[in-house]
């Protein structure tokens, strides 16, 4: 009996930036999995996201540029969603929640411009050093954000396209 196809890579490799973002065709479904496994442990799993997304949020409620574009100031379950939405991510190995509506839709009530995304990506770096992330999985971690943030910007331009706003291509209001 001939043995089944293995299906196409789905992608989840780029949730481990190995060196960088990576192709990951030539890895089966299986080897993928293991490499998210790796690094969910290797980060230190619940525990890890937890502290992170907490000291993340502590550095955003004093932040000028970001703390602006929260309607509420409840950082517990602003930190909660996050680590949850990690944990969703590398702990149960379920990248659907990249493309959750509500991860976009929450991204989408205001225009996120290069200087939010910035300092998105400056808060958690300085968080996960305040927290002693362990090495190279938080530098894998980090080239994962700098792809999200993007996306996430996107989603906020495309909701305000569709809003009838207008800005320039740094993110200016015109």
């Known amino acids: 009996m001939p043995q089944p196809p293995v299906p ?22 299986q080897q993928v ?5 790796d690094f969910y442990e290797g980060i230190g799993g619940e525990p890890f996201f937890q502290a992170l997304a907490t000291r993340f949020y502590e550095l955003v ?7 602006a574009l929260f309607v509420t100031d409840d950082w517990a379950e602003h930190s909660a969603r996050l680590a949850a939405h990690f944990v ?10 990249a493309w959750d509506p509500r991860l976009h839709q929450a ?19 300085r968080a996960g050093r305040d927290i002693a992330a362990p090495e190279p999985q938080f530098g894998e971690f980090l080239t994962i954000m700098k ?7 996107a989603a906020s331009r495309g909701a305000a396209l569709a809003r009838g706003e207008r800005f320039h291509w740094d993110g200016t209001r015109g």
């Open 8 to 29: 196409h890579h789905d992608g989840k490799v780029l949730l481990v930036a190995d060196q960088g973002l990576q192709s990951g065709e030539h890895l089966t479904p």
């Open 33 to 37: 999995d293991r490499k998210v496994e």
């Open 61 to 67: 409620a004093e932040d000028p540029v970001l703390v």
């Open 88 to 97: 969703r991510m590398y702990g149960a190995n379920d990248l659907t929640a």
């Open 107 to 125: 991204h989408s009530h205001f225009l996120i411009g290069r200087d939010h995304r910035v300092r998105w990506l400056e808060l958690i770096a």
């Open 147 to 153: 792809v999200a943030s993007g996306e996430m910007m």
